[in-house]
């Protein structure tokens, strides 16, 4: 049962009022300051305000069960059970709140057990088909030349993560507000494989993340992660990439505001490439607005970009903006959509292009991917995910000849091993 619901449930039989109140302290008055203090989020500041009301007027049940719970979110779980204890004890307690005040002990002892578990592992693994209408945009839209040509393909994609997490002891005062802080750390491989003729458009990535991860529950959270990857394309090394991505997010209630960059160094292997050698950035802010007891969501946000290259013909920066959501479609199953607008605008022209030599490019590229992704909980594939994935990319240029649209379908199972 969730925490908030049995802790309503014994203070529905449990009042303020029938308990004697000294003159000197307003004990309904001190009761909302701790209960509009502990909803605000400064749990340490409500303690404080409850520990004074008990001092006081020690039978105030009420009271005790409230710093009980208090207690519980400021993760102080020994002094929640003895608070807890003392009105199951108390021969005036009515057997219906002792019933309740029992299973909030067994969801007390559940997060105990949970917090003191200092780390934890899990492997992700994703395997899947997917067709291509225009195999020949490579990894990256700069790599695109005036002479390519639209060519299809399809193949088999897959990828395998390794997470872990370590676990501070206990949290941390920021503000009065309990704050969890831990260590997480993911290594991915990623293959993408073409059938057929294509095998030079087949795209492979090692990649490493570390970082830390503070949470503070009702207010923010916040991450640094140093990744790491290199790229293979054809067959043959293609990049390596540094990055920094630092993250923050505000939370309202159901809404939350995203702040993220990322900030890569890159380093292209192959001599043709070498003019996208340099430092991207990526500036971005988003809202997610959660409904329907977060069991759907809506999102939208901006993003700025600029790639770095080293190569003014190569060098684009543009700004993106997206929206999306998702929301339950049946019994385990979900569906998702998402709609972004990116634009290139490009810092020169490209002289090798015998067709504009003086014009650099300026480009919108437009894409809509549309999901679902079902849970199966029974049966064979218990545990695992089927998901299912189109994407339509469009790009409108300035110059006819990098005008280009692809098609990507995609269908995987995935599934997580904890």
Not at 7 to 31: G, I, N, T, Y
Not at 203 to 212: E, Y
Request: net charge negative; glycine share 8%; hydrophobic share 40%.
């Amino acid at each position: 049962m969730n925490k908030r619901i049995l802790a309503s449930v014994m203070l529905a039989a449990l009042s303020l009022s029938d308990v004697r109140a000294e003159e000197a302290v307003d004990p309904q008055q001190l009761f909302e300051q701790a209960m509009q203090l502990r909803e605000a989020g400064e749990i340490f500041n409500s303690i404080e305000v409850f520990e004074l009301i008990l001092s006081k007027q020690p039978g105030l049940q009420r009271a005790r069960l409230e710093l009980a719970v208090a207690y519980h979110q400021a993760r102080r779980f020994y002094d929640a059970r003895e608070q807890l204890m003392k009105v199951f004890n108390d021969p005036d307690t009515p057997e219906n709140v002792k019933l309740t005040i029992t299973a909030y002990l067994a969801q007390l002892g559940s997060d105990e057990k949970a917090m003191g578990i200092r780390t934890s592992s899990s492997v992700f693994v994703s395997a899947g088909l997917f067709t291509d209408s225009n195999v020949n945009l490579g990894p990256t839209v700069e790599t695109v030349a005036a002479s390519s040509r639209e060519i299809s393909g399809s193949g088999a994609v897959a990828m395998a993560s390794f997470s872990h997490v370590s676990r501070a002891t206990g949290p941390f005062i920021i503000n009065q507000k309990p704050v969890d802080m831990s260590w997480h750390s993911q290594a991915t491989v990623y293959g993408k494989v073409h059938a057929g003729e294509e095998a030079d458009f087949n795209l492979h990535v090692l990649g490493l993340a570390t970082g830390p991860e503070l949470v503070s529950d009702k207010d923010w959270r916040g991450a640094l992660n140093i990744k790491l990857d290199k790229v293979y394309f054809g067959g043959n090394p293609y990049s390596f990439n540094i990055g920094l991505n630092p993250s923050f997010s505000l939370i309202f209630g159901d809404t939350e505001i995203l702040l993220e960059n990322l900030t890569t160094l890159r380093e292209y292997d192959s001599a043709a490439n070498e003019g996208l050698d340099g430092v991207s950035k990526m500036y971005g802010m988003g809202v997610t607005q959660f409904f329907n007891n977060q069991t759907m969501a809506a999102e939208g946000g901006v993003r700025y970009h600029n790639n770095g290259a080293g190569t003014q013909a190569l060098h684009s920066t543009g700004v993106e903006v997206y929206v999306g959501g998702q929301m339950p479609v049946w019994a385990n199953a979900r569906a998702y959509v998402q709609l972004s607008s990116r634009g290139y605008d490009y810092a020169a022209a490209d002289a090798a292009n015998t067709l504009h030599p003086t014009t650099a490019r300026d480009e919108t590229e437009t894409r809509t991917t549309l999901g679902i992704s079902h849970d199966f909980r029974t049966g064979t594939l218990k545990s695992w995910s089927l998901n299912g994935q189109v994407a339509v990319t469009q790009n409108d240029s300035n110059l006819a000849e990098f005008d280009y649209d692809r098609n990507v379908i995609e269908i995987n199972l995935r599934r997580y091993f904890y």
